[in-house]
């Protein structure tokens, strides 16, 4: 979760599955926290631009990781409009 204001949705969530919540810095090192093995999610809610999560999707996807909107929606890029509302 970001250092400095998690969504009340992810508290929902962590609350409903019993985890434990990690704050750490950018939507990179979030996503990285993941491909390495030392999150098992990335619940982002607070919306974002596609240049925030473009690389650490696509390293993530490399790494056979799923990434999706949180309705389980491919993440769209090269939008006219650049933001994305959520992220898994």
């Known amino acids: ?7 009340p949705l992810v508290l929902r969530v962590a609350a409903a599955i019993g985890a434990e919540l ?3 810095g950018s939507a990179g090192a979030k996503a990285m926290a993941v491909v390495q093995g030392d999150a098992e999610i990335y619940l982002h809610t607070g919306g974002q631009y596609e240049w925030d999560n ?11 990781l799923h990434a999706s909107r949180i309705d389980g929606s491919p993440l769209r890029y090269n939008c006219e409009n650049p933001l994305l509302p959520d992220l898994l």
């Not at 979760?1 to 969504?7: D, L, P």
């Not at 473009?54 to 790494?63: F, K, Q, S, T, Y």
């Open 54 to 64: 473009c690389a650490p999707v696509a390293v993530a996807h490399a790494a056979g």
């Open 1 to 7: 979760v970001s250092r400095t204001r998690a969504h």
């Open 22 to 24: 990690v704050p750490m």
